[in-house]
């Protein structure tokens, strides 16, 4: 990392955390180059910077108390602090050292004059992991001066406090790639019976491995590279990519809530808009992403709510139709008694819940750890974690959201079966409630029952159809699949659950029922 310094308040000092070679690694010893250019002068002027560099915990050491208490701390060995004897002058341009700075400091403390006229470089060796500062500050203050100072890493070119993210997207993405590969094993396995919703879920699982694959490929190449044309490609392809991934997530996440392909096989033309509010937040969030790589927050200026307002509406447009077609949903569910699809969705809304009492969580915890930032030790204290805070457990939070939607919404062998049909509501006493079952001949099959063997009457004319024998043996043979296939599904098995269920749903062992009830007949 290169920083520069120069004679302004916010470039006399540049800070940074440096790990050791051991911490992290690496072909070469870590260190801090500092290298300030020469000027031209005229006569025997020799413009002096006073350099310093110092690991923060041993900032203590620097500057001594005059006798008087009301003057200011002395921290640079000038003229005028060699006649009051706070300083000997073969320090002179140095900054001033408390006694025993040496011993007392738990790292080295590199104090050297930087001449102008002919400057020398400087090279510091980082020994152990920390928080090191680099200080210049002019003999004159009105002399001007620049200084190039590098931090060199032993792993790379990445900074400190961005090398953790190296692994954790490495990490991250073979997570997703092991719950894609299980996702793909079940899809393959029941690919005949697929939903269209487990078809979005399936592209976006495959976006995820990209996407975190191509997000640890750009730190990767940032680490081995730098900073260079290559490394801000691959920052605005993460950037659309990022987009594409909110943008997407919110657009399946809004559809399953929707009850898409569990409760409705269509969502009609609400589909429609729901893919424009999804393109619309992409786009809006595609602008915003370029906009932040382009201009920095200080020179941001008011056109910038025009670029934050539209994406905030799209955000705001899809967290309430989310919610309120969840509630509606359960809702419907609840009405007509569906616990098996009802106990579904009500683990999606404890997954969200629980969601947005960690974010919310977290976010009055970093309130309360922000609103100490301004405290100097701030960031020398948590900088190894900074990263974590900011985007890391965000990131832990998705996943987390992904995999469990991922299982809920698994491919089974019923899949088909069971989001098409609906279960037979039951009263409280357990008996069933056969106004709700929706099926207007069940009282006629019984009928059918009591006459097996035989001839059929003309007691079902009332219906507008002649019944002859051939047309009621399918009905009976239907009926007890429709009383026993939802009836499993009071016992304890989930929507779609995997293994036995695909036995007691199979078509050859309802094939097998069928005949025996015809042979009966016969």
């Known amino acids: 990392m290169e920083v520069k310094l120069d004679n302004t308040d916010e470039n006399r000092q540049k800070c940074a955390g440096m790990y050791s070679k051991s911490a992290w690694g690496g072909a070469t010893e870590p260190f801090i180059d500092a290298k300030f250019l020469n000027q031209t002068v005229e006569g025997d002027e020799d413009p002096i910077v006073s350099l310093i560099i110092f690991e923060w915990k041993d900032q203590d050491l620097i500057g001594v108390t005059p006798e008087n208490p009301e003057d200011p701390i002395q921290m640079i060995c000038n003229e005028a602090n060699v006649q009051a004897g706070v300083c000997n002058d073969t320090d002179f341009g140095r900054w001033i050292l408390s006694p025993n700075a040496t011993e007392k400091s738990e790292n080295l403390i590199l104090t050297e004059p930087i001449h102008l006229k002919n400057t020398t470089p400087y090279k ?40 953790p993210k190296l692994p954790f997207y490495g990490g991250i993405t073979i997570l997703y790639a092991v719950v894609a590969v299980f996702w793909g094993f079940l899809y393959y396995q029941h690919r005949y019976d697929i939903l269209p919703v487990q078809n979005y879920i399936t592209a976006i699982l495959v976006f995820l491995v990209v996407e975190m694959l191509m997000t640890w490929g750009f730190y990767d190449y940032l680490n081995r590279n730098g900073s260079d044309v290559g490394a801000k490609v691959l920052l605005v392809v993460v950037a659309v990519l990022n987009a594409f991934r909110n943008s997407f997530s919110f657009f399946l996440l809004l559809i399953v809530c929707m009850g898409y392909g569990v409760v409705k096989p269509s969502l009609g033309k609400t589909m429609v808009y729901v893919r424009w509010l999804a393109i619309a937040h992409f786009i809006f969030g595609l602008v915003y992403a370029i906009t932040s790589l382009l201009i920095s927050p200080d020179t941001a200026g008011p056109f910038v709510l025009l670029i934050v307002l539209p ?12 919610l309120n077609s969840l509630n509606f949903t359960l809702k419907d569910l609840r009405e007509r008694k569906q616990t098996a699809k009802e106990a579904m969705y009500k683990k999606l809304w404890w997954c969200i819940l629980i969601s947005i009492l960690v974010i919310f969580g977290f976010f009055f915890f970093n309130s309360f750890s922000f609103a100490s930032a301004s405290d100097p030790d701030y960031v020398p204290f948590h900088w190894k974690s900074r990263w974590f805070v900011l985007d890391g457990w965000l990131n832990l939070v998705y996943f987390a959201d992904v995999a469990w939607v991922a299982y809920v919404w698994r491919p089974t062998a019923n899949n088909r079966r069971f989001a098409m049909s609906d279960e037979i509501a039951q009263d409280e006493d357990g008996g069933f409630e056969f106004a709700d079952v929706g099926a207007p001949d069940d009282s006629d099959d019984e009928d059918e029952e009591a006459h097996i063997g035989s001839k059929p009457t003309n007691t079902r004319s009332t219906s507008g159809a002649n019944v002859t024998p051939a047309s009621t043996q399918p009905s009976q043979s239907r009926a007890p699949v429709r009383l026993e296939s939802p009836r499993d599904s009071f016992d304890g098995e989930t929507i779609f659950a995997v293994g036995e269920d695909g036995d007691k749903f199979s078509d050859d062992e309802a094939d097998g029922e069928g005949s025996n009830l015809v042979g009966k007949r016969k």
């Open 311 to 322: 994406l905030a509406g799209t955000l705001t447009a899809f967290y309430v139709w989310t």
């Open 124 to 163: 510091y060796s980082i020994k152990k992991t920390g928080y090191y500062c680099v200080m210049a500050y002019p003999l004159d203050d009105t002399r001007d001066f620049t200084g190039i100072i590098v931090f060199r890493e032993a792993y790379g070119e990445l900074p400190a406090t961005q090398i």
